[in-house]
Structure formats: structure tokens, C-alpha cells
């Protein structure tokens, strides 16, 4: 069982930046890929971003790629997502996510992840 809990939500002027967290207990995540989901009010949550176990390789949403950078520190058991250039449409609950598989191909789909934090709010006013 893994524990996995956001942290570094909150409210910004667009333009501006935040950096999430994600940190995990219970389990290592060091053998997983991770993944970033976020959801607005009154519509379905929506895959953000994705990271191989090593590191060595992220996959994007088309709306956040160039202005978002996903990362991870083993050693810390946490995943993090910098969120700069922020936009009003980026507002929403904002989730990390562990895939049930792993390596094979990256995976965009909310039935696809097992584990699940409680989110964290992120508001960007205009």
C-alpha cells in the first residue's frame, strides 16, 4: 500500500508560477512512474504530466507542455510538478497518480492509476 499526498497548491496571479508536490509513504516510489492529473470544476480530471521511475524520460499534455516540467527525487520519495507562465484555464484540483503498470507505454487514462492522493487546489486569477 502507498500513501501518496500533494502539497504546494494555492492561489496566483496568471502569469505567475507554483511548484507541487507529491510525497509518498508506505511504499518507495522509486520503481514506479508517476503521474499528474488535475481537475476543473464541472469537468472530467484530465492527464497533466508523466515520469518514468528513473527520471530520465516525461511525457506532457499538449496544453501544459513548454510551460510545465515534471521531476522526482527517489531519494525523497516525493514527485514534483513547477508550474510557470500559469494561465486562469489551469485552475483546478490537482492530483499525482501511480500507474498500475509501468514502462511499457505512458499512460493518459484515470482507469489506468491505482493510487491516488487528495489533491491539491491551484487557482489562477486573471
Known amino acids: 500500500q502507498v500513501q501518496l499526498v500533494e502539497s504546494g497548491g494555492g492561489l496566483v496571479q496568471a502569469g505567475g508560477s507554483l511548484r507541487l508536490s507529491c510525497a509518498a509513504s508506505?511504499?518507495?516510489?522509486?520503481?514506479?512512474?508517476m503521474g499528474w492529473f488535475r481537475q476543473a470544476p464541472g469537468k472530467e480530471r484530465e492527464f497533466v504530466a508523466a515520469?518514468?521511475?528513473?527520471?530520465?524520460?516525461?511525457y506532457y499534455a499538449d496544453s501544459v507542455k513548454g510551460r510545465f516540467t515534471i521531476s522526482r527525487d527517489n531519494a525523497k520519495n516525493t514527485v514534483y510538478l513547477q508550474m510557470n507562465s500559469l494561465k486562469p484555464e489551469d485552475t483546478g484540483v490537482y492530483y499525482c497518480?501511480?500507474?498500475?503498470?509501468?514502462?511499457?507505454?505512458?499512460?493518459?487514462?484515470?482507469?489506468?492509476?491505482?493510487?491516488w492522493g487528495q489533491g491539491t487546489q491551484v487557482t489562477v486569477s486573471s
Open positions: 497518480a501511480r500507474p498500475r503498470l509501468h514502462g511499457v507505454r505512458w499512460y493518459r487514462d484515470t482507469g489506468d492509476y491505482d493510487y
Open positions: 508506505g511504499r518507495t516510489l522509486s520503481s514506479y512512474d
Open positions: 515520469i518514468r521511475w528513473s527520471g530520465g524520460s516525461t
